[in-house]
């Protein structure tokens, strides 16, 4: 078995309000990105890619019922995506799981002209954002 190389990431655990309304919003994006669930238990689930796997976790700890990526700490989750019509299928599909467009105005091009993107946000406040490894040539 190949080790993962020195200083890549191992995983990502997001304290979420809502286990239910996450695996809608955050499972169903992974599993569409390829992910498999990798495990189960009460009040958690995570996802695997590869080496690297997600955790979302209903935690008795939280301190707020809403995340906020404004607050010091993490931000977003970018994900790539092959390709620009994999973008496009993916936010269209997106809103029948709990996500919104966001920036509809700027998109696809939210993040400048060279970085076709979808940025999606869910009912409980996290962003995600889906990044097209191939952006559209041009004509």
């Known amino acids: 078995m190949t080790r993962p190389a020195h200083g890549t990431l191992h995983h990502v655990e ?3 309000p809502d286990l239910g ?3 809608t919003s955050i499972g169903w994006l992974l599993l569409a990105l390829g992910h498999t669930l990798h495990q189960s238990w009460d009040g958690g ?12 976790e209903e935690s ?6 809403r995340y ?4 010091p700490g993490l931000n977003h989750l970018a994900f790539h995506v092959e390709d620009a019509a994999t973008v496009e299928k ?5 809103t029948g799981h709990g996500w919104r467009l966001m920036f509809p105005e700027t998109h696809p091009y939210a993040g400048g002209r060279q970085h076709y993107a979808a940025y ?3 009912e409980d406040g996290f962003e995600v954002e889906l990044v097209a490894t191939e952006a559209p040539t041009s004509d």
């Open 90 to 94: 993916l936010a269209g599909e997106a």
């Open 68 to 71: 906020d990526r404004r607050r």
């Open 120 to 122: 999606l946000e869910n």
């Open 14 to 16: 997001l304290w979420v």
């Open 60 to 65: 008795p700890a939280l301190t707020a019922r």
């Open 21 to 23: 309304r996450a695996e």
């Open 45 to 56: 689930r995570s996802w695997k890619l590869g080496p690297t796997y997600l955790v979302v």
